[in-house]
């Protein structure tokens, strides 16, 4: 269900981004269209498609948010122009918070905006990226670089926001089109043409892992796992499609005649998936004593809790639903782990070998194995999971 709407969030913002730079595109051409072009190198491509895709996609997106805000500063006159342009506007625009005050400051904004983070452990389509590593000594790397790839994107993203309205202001009649706006605004044809191609880059490299992930998870963690242990690869490879192909489909419908924007279905699947898969996944790797009824458990009541939580207004009223849902779940995953029997001896020595696997080794006199020989007994330890 919040798979589906976040899919959906990714379709519209491409509907919406070609119908408002093709005059010739209605908005519900342009969604079929882009519906269209990313359901079909999903379904051909597989992950090896998303992966290589993806790490260009991400290049121009990168590029783009860097260089479109100090394009638009520059054309203002400076950081101090862009700063007087939104004070004009409203002098709010320019108070780190926002015009808000007491617990609208500190539980919407500032909460609400930290909460943001614990999503990503419960976004299976970015976790899978870390599980398709081939060397987990990798792993410090990749973080480098995705930490390194978040900074300069979503920084950039807010540049783009503060300088697009302080030259577009009132003008800007929907704020989640002030990218596309703000390139033809400020940059020639054909460097326009290059902001609206990150812009589907954007969408692009979200939307098909998402329906890469979801494809790969009813085929095989439901129909290969529980219905049929020994389908045949190329059963599975079509099932996979078409699978895809529905995924698609309803995505489309969803967002077919809706009036809620893009941020809001967004917002709306990140704390479903935040508070359903996160505290599972990460009390699974850190705390041996997490078992299947606890977790199962807490998927259920962090699911339910947001659900709860976003449809009561005196609740919704105080502070973003992901947060108590991030807390309800987790604590549910603790009780009930604590009153069910404990994990067998496989889990134990599966985090016991983690925690020889993740420490530095030593010799028999104490001095630190070098890592040439670090390797050689790491490589030990995986030949005997």
Not at 151 to 176: F, H, K, N
Request: charged share 15%; glycine share 10%.
């Amino acid at each position: 269900m919040f798979y589906s709407l976040y899919i959906g969030a990714q379709f519209k913002a491409a509907g919406l981004t070609l119908s408002s730079t093709f005059d010739a595109l209605s908005y519900h051409q342009a969604l079929v269209l882009g519906a269209v072009v990313i359901i079909f190198y999903t379904m051909m491509g597989g992950f090896f498609a998303v992966a290589w895709t993806d790490l260009f996609q991400g290049m121009l997106m990168v590029f783009v948010m860097v260089i479109l805000p100090v394009i638009g500063i520059n054309n203002l006159g400076g950081v101090g122009k862009v700063f007087s342009a939104l004070a004009e506007k409203g002098p709010e625009l320019v108070q780190v918070s926002g015009g808000l005050s007491n617990w609208d400051l500190f539980g919407m904004l500032v909460l609400g905006g930290l909460a943001w983070g614990l999503g990503y452990p419960g976004m299976p389509h970015i976790t899978v990226r870390y599980m398709a590593i081939k060397d987990d000594r990798e792993l410090r790397k990749s973080t480098l670089i995705s930490m390194v790839w978040v900074v300069l994107a979503l920084w950039g993203a807010m540049a783009v926001g503060i300088v697009g309205y302080a030259q577009l202001g009132s003008s800007l009649e929907d704020p989640e089109m002030v990218l596309p706006k703000m390139a033809t605004f400020f940059l020639p044809g054909w460097m326009a043409g290059i902001v609206i191609a990150a812009i589907a880059a954007a969408i692009m490299s979200t939307v098909d892992s998402q329906i890469l992930v979801l494809g790969s998870a009813v085929v095989e963690d439901f129909y290969r796992k529980i219905l049929h242990r020994d389908a045949p690869e190329q059963l599975c490879i079509m099932l996979s499609r078409a699978v895809t192909l529905i995924i698609g489909v309803l995505a489309v419908v969803i967002c077919w005649n809706s009036e809620r924007g893009v941020f809001k279905f967004v917002s709306d699947a990140w704390s479903g998936l935040a508070a359903g898969f996160g505290p599972a996944l990460v009390l699974s790797l850190r705390w041996k004593r997490t078992t299947g009824w606890g977790v199962a458990a807490g998927m259920i009541s962090g699911i339910a809790a947001v659900l709860i939580w976003r449809n009561v207004p005196m609740l919704s009223g105080i502070i973003w639903e992901l947060l108590p849902a991030f807390i309800i779940s987790t604590g549910v995953i603790i009780i009930v782990s604590l009153l069910t029997s404990p994990p067998g001896p496989r889990a134990e020595a599966e985090f016991a070998l983690a925690a020889a696997y993740d420490v530095p080794l030593r010799d028999g006199q104490g001095n630190l194995i070098s890592l040439d020989e670090h390797k050689v007994v790491r490589d030990i330890l995986d030949s005997k999971k």
